[in-house]
């Protein structure tokens, strides 16, 4: 799946051939016992929403920085995509670390925020059927289950400078096009396992990767004992964790 420097989004050309699928695009597991399937209409669907919601509420744009301290989630990807569908910067931090001057910070424990009073604050419940935060919240930040929800099912992006940079860790800097390419590190086709004990830095561009070859991913959250009945049982081809 080539990408189009002149097309509107990387995220729009990675999307758009799963939108309307039915088929498992992104299934999670965690450690309570979770076990979410997301169809690639319905991560879509959260992707345009949470794209839709930093557009509208944080006037998210190119050039825009958001950080996070997420860990490996389906709910940290389908926000990283959105970030990127608006062609801005995603910044993973350390949790507890200052992120520096930046637009947005996302988090799923904004009670150990060390940011100044200027950033604004997205609070991220990480069960998935929550629908609202679950502990107070600092003053003035957004609660994204109780938010995203109204948010619209589709987004239409804007075009995006595909050089700018999409993605900063301590394990350096990705721009749009080095994220996104394709044919420099060829995936095997099938289910891929990916854990989260990588951090997001790593697994964010495992799962552009794994999606660009046109394999859907489960996720395994750090802990979850991946026994040989979850591996034939959702059919996984490859596994990119530790016991890999």
């Not at 239409?156 to 420099?184: C, N, R, W, Y």
């Amino acid at each position: 799946m080539p990408i189009d420097t002149n097309s509107l989004s990387p995220v729009e050309s990675l999307l758009a051939p799963v939108r309307h699928s039915t088929h498992p695009y992104l299934t999670w597991y965690s450690r309570s016992g979770e076990r979410v399937e997301l169809s690639g209409r319905v991560f879509d669907n959260w992707v345009a929403k949470s794209a839709n919601l930093l557009h509208e509420e944080f006037d998210l744009a190119p050039g825009s920085v958001v950080a996070t301290d997420m860990p490996g989630h389906w709910k940290s990807a389908a926000l990283a995509l959105a970030c990127w569908h608006l062609g801005a910067e995603v910044r993973c931090v350390a949790p507890g670390t200052d992120p520096g001057n930046v637009d947005v910070f996302i988090t799923a424990d904004p009670q150990t925020l060390a940011v100044n009073g200027s950033v604004e604050v997205i609070a991220v419940p990480l069960p998935s059927l929550a629908m609202a935060f679950d502990g107070p919240l600092p003053v003035g930040a957004t609660d994204y289950a109780s938010e995203v929800r109204s948010y619209a099912d589709s987004f239409f992006p804007s075009p995006i400078d595909t050089a700018s940079t999409a993605l900063v860790s301590e394990a350096g800097t990705l721009a749009f096009t080095q994220l996104f390419a394709t044919g420099t590190d060829p995936v095997a086709a099938g289910t891929t396992l990916v854990s989260t004990a990588w951090p997001l830095e790593r697994i964010l561009p495992a799962l552009v990767a794994q999606w660009m070859g046109g394999n859907p991913v489960v996720m395994v959250e750090d802990g979850v004992d991946i026994t040989d009945s979850l591996l034939g049982g959702e059919r996984v081809v490859t596994r990119l964790d530790a016991q890999a």
